[in-house]
């Protein structure tokens, strides 16, 4: 709950500078909490200035000083997903629509488990995905997608 609330923080401060969460986790650094906050600004190729990440850092930690949701230390960072990362949620394939992309499938499709090429689509509504892999064009269900990441081509 704690850090559900805390992406409601974030979303809220990033929305204000029209700037997207990307992705909010809590991980362990050498015995110690932290959380990762990962911003995108749409649009952007790598995801978000060091401007953007400051301004969110600085703000989103007033509001953690005033209302933090979490009873134990932390360290919070806020940083940009970069021009490879990881998709983890429907949206992440809509933001990522025209860049390469690595997939890993649950089940082979059309004979292979794993794809590379271009992202032409995301549907939402049918959670589809397309992606162009050399020749051909394969639709992908996105519950078939293991592991799924964004690839820079030289």
């Given at each position: ?22 992705d ?46 979490f ?28 860049e390469?992309?690595y ?9 292979w ?12 509504e ?8 050399g ?20």
């Amino acid at each position: 709950m704690a850090l559900l609330r805390l992406e409601e923080m974030a979303r809220e401060v990033a929305e204000a500078h029209e700037i997207s969460v990307y992705d909010v986790r809590m991980t362990t650094q050498r015995g110690r909490q932290v959380v990762q906050v990962t911003i995108l600004r749409p649009g952007q190729k790598g995801g978000a200035s060091i401007v953007d990440c400051t301004t969110v850092a600085r703000e989103l930690g007033q509001m953690l000083e005033v209302d933090d949701p979490f009873d134990h230390a932390y360290t919070l960072e806020v940083s940009s997903p970069g021009i490879e990362r990881e998709l983890r949620r429907p949206e992440h394939f809509g933001w990522a629509i025209g860049e390469t992309v690595y997939l890993v499938l649950s089940e082979a499709v059309e004979g292979w488990e794993q794809y590379e090429g271009v992202l032409e689509s995301f549907d939402p509504e049918s959670q589809v995905i397309t992606v162009a892999a050399g020749k051909r064009r394969v639709d992908i269900a996105y519950g078939m997608v293991r592991k799924a990441r964004t690839r820079f081509v030289f």
